[in-house]
Nanobody
Framework: EVQLVESGGGLVQAGGSLRLSCTASGFRSDEYAIGWFRQAPGKEREAVSCISTIDGSTYYIDSVKGRFTISSDTAKNTVYLQMISLEPEDTAVYYC???????????????WGQGTQVTVSS
């Protein structure tokens, strides 16, 4: 059974940092690209950042470039999202899922976990 568990969210002040973790089971994270997505209240879910654990290629949406860093630890079957200089606009539930294409974080598989809440206060 494919399962992804997100963790690491919390409440921080603007300018603060968090590191999110996405631990996969039921498949190897080096067999699929993995993407981080987020959904803010009243908004559609959007891609944030994606990574290929095979060739290390990454993708970021413009609003997080220079602030977020995605990485992976294949030994732990875990993908991380390091977030610095957080802004109130980053407030959302963050999810991870396997994806088909890193560039643009295209083709998300429907293996959404429970997500982890990130709240950034101003």
């Amino acid at each position: 059974e494919v399962q992804l568990v997100e963790s690491g969210g919390g409440l921080v002040q603007a300018g603060g940092s968090l590191r999110l973790s996405c631990t996969a089971s039921g498949f190897r994270s080096d067999e699929y690209a993995i993407g981080w997505f987020r959904q803010a209240p009243g908004k559609e879910r959007e891609a944030v950042s994606c990574i290929s654990t095979i060739d290390g290629s990454t993708y970021y949406i413009d609003s997080v470039k220079g602030r977020f860093t995605i990485s992976s630890d294949t030994a732990k079957n875990t993908v991380y999202l390091q977030m610095i200089s957080l802004e109130p606009e980053d407030t959302a539930v963050y999810y991870c899922t396997p994806i088909r294409l890193v560039e643009g974080c295209i083709g998300a598989y429907d293996f959404w976990g429970q997500g982890t809440q990130v709240t950034v206060s101003s």
